[in-house]
């Protein structure tokens, strides 16, 4: 599923005479098929950068990024976004819910954008729903859901398109405890349906819910368990 040999990435130092900033180190990592992995790691560890390049929203400097066996490092910028999109499904800790879209436009949107016909996104919207308890409240807008009950929605968006990898960033950063045990309670019921799942938290209590830990620390991998 994910292989990742010696990525590193570095930025362009802001003062012109300034050597670059290095923010990943010779990353080396394989997550199979199937595996919930949380990686924790503290503000400025490089989780966020490692993130984007696991989703394909970035590059590495130096390294191979394999993706099911598909070097996606190098990949041009328009194969790179179809990879994006038919492969990986994202959730964020702010939701990134449309405001004006009920439950199930939201869900239904990236089917839209894929040129899916309406009856086969609404059937596929309808049934992640039911499958992310949230069936009974398909038509209300965001406003009109609790935060919990808005990442369920954005849950079932990840999935719509069927991605392989589910990549979520702190997706219980902004929920209470009891929003925050669901959202963890959905995530592990995906999991045991083969769903393939990376968390980002600096939250080593969530963390601690996934079959395997990492922990990033200074751009380079410290610990697993």
């Excluded at 560890?45 to 190098?74: E, F, Q």
Aim: aromatic share 2%; glycine share 8%; proline share 7%.
């Amino acid at each position: 599923m994910i292989d990742l040999r010696r990525i590193t990435r570095t930025f362009p130092a802001q003062e012109r005479k300034s050597p670059p900033l290095p923010v990943l180190s010779d990353i080396t990592l394989r997550i199979p098929p199937g595996q919930y992995a949380a990686m924790v790691g503290a503000s400025g560890s490089g989780k966020s950068t490692l993130m984007n390049i696991l989703g394909c929203l970035d590059r590495p400097t130096s390294g191979v990024y394999r993706l099911h066996g598909r070097d996606v490092s190098a990949l041009p910028p328009d194969e790179l976004a179809k990879v994006r999109g038919e492969e990986i499904g994202f959730v964020f800790q702010g939701f990134q819910l449309i405001p004006r879209l009920t439950a199930i436009e939201n869900v239904m949107l990236p089917l839209m954008l894929q040129g899916v016909s309406e009856s086969e996104r609404r059937a596929r919207a309808e049934q992640l729903l039911l499958r992310v308890g949230l069936h009974s409240r398909m038509h209300h807008l965001p406003a009109a859901l609790s935060g919990g009950q808005q990442q369920r929605v954005a849950i079932a968006r990840a999935l719509i398109r069927r991605p392989a990898l589910i990549l979520a960033d702190e997706p219980t950063g902004s929920l209470d405890p009891d929003a925050t045990q669901e959202i963890l309670s959905l995530l592990e019921d995906l999991h045991r349906a083969g769903q393939t799942i990376l968390l980002i938290t600096h939250n080593p209590t969530v963390a601690a819910r996934a079959e395997r830990r990492l922990t990033l620390q200074s751009g380079k991998i410290v610990e697993e368990g």
